[in-house]
T-cell receptor, first 113, second 113 residues
Framework: EAAVTQSPRSKVAVTGGKVTLSCHQT?????MYWYRQDTGHGLRLIHY???????EKGDIPDGYKASRPSQENFSLILELASLSQTAVYFC????????????FGPGTRLTVL | GEQVEQRPPHLSVREGDSAVITCTYT??????FFWYKQEPGASLQLLMK?????EINEGQGFTVLLNKKDKRLSLNLTAAHPGDSAAYFC????????????FGKGTKLSVKS
């Protein structure tokens, strides 16, 4: 059974609209992460969290907010979606052992028109 | 912060050939190293991992070599087959309280029969 799930798996949004991407993990991991993947850029970290009700900025947080209401759930929020936010978004979780080895969800393909 | 450079961005080989993907990193305190495989349209799956205290890890037809002196990590495939066609990403972690992985930009491997 999948340990990290994401919803929706794909979404088309309009410019200026609000988008919420959701992630759920059953690994009992403390850490959760949001990345975006663009061709030629690999994976870039947007936000991460190590405990419920707390989030940390990653390397490219501008234009994104995150919410961690529980250990299992982590959301990424685009308050005002822009064309440049068209990408594939991956959620991941990790425990505190083995260098924070990360387990990834299936990804969400977001298209902003 | 840590920077990881991955080469080459694209690699095309014939079935049965060898293939080598290399990552160089900057932080001498990096301790955990990972290789992820991403098949087209899919998520990232952990392929192999190696501690700083070990220098070689083998499995699934791949060998990971770590040269701490040169801060270089390589993924070696001795006999490629079409099922190995995918994108490969290296990732580096300092461990300790640093919960973030720094990813290379990826290598797209194509194996032709």
């Amino acid at each position: 059974e999948a340990a990290v799930t994401q919803s929706p798996r794909s979404k088309v949004a309009v410019t200026g609209g609000k988008v919420t991407l959701s992630c759920h993990q059953t690994n009992n991991h403390d850490y959760m992460y949001w990345y975006r993947q663009d061709t030629g850029h690999g994976l870039r970290l947007i936000h991460y969290s190590y405990v419920a009700d707390s989030t940390e900025k990653g390397d490219i947080p501008d234009g994104y907010k995150a919410s961690r209401p529980s250990q299992e759930n982590f959301s990424l929020i685009l308050e005002l979606a822009s064309l440049s936010q068209t990408a594939v978004y991956f959620c991941a979780s990790s425990g505190r052992d083995w260098g924070y080895e990360q387990y990834f969800g299936p990804g969400t393909r977001l298209t902003v028109l | 912060g840590e920077q990881v450079e991955q080469r080459p961005p694209h690699l095309s080989v014939r079935e049965g050939d060898s293939a080598v993907i290399t990552c160089t990193y900057t932080d001498p305190n990096s301790y955990y190293f990972f290789w992820y495989k991403q098949e087209p349209g899919a998520s990232l799956q952990l392929l192999m991992k190696v501690f700083s205290s070990t220098e070689i890890n083998e499995g699934q037809g791949f060998t990971v070599l770590l040269n701490k002196k040169d801060k270089r990590l390589s993924l070696n495939l001795t006999a490629a087959h079409p099922g190995d066609s995918a994108a490969y990403f290296c990732a580096v972690s300092g461990g300790g309280s640093n919960a973030k992985l720094t990813f290379g930009k990826g290598t797209k491997l194509s194996v032709k029969s």
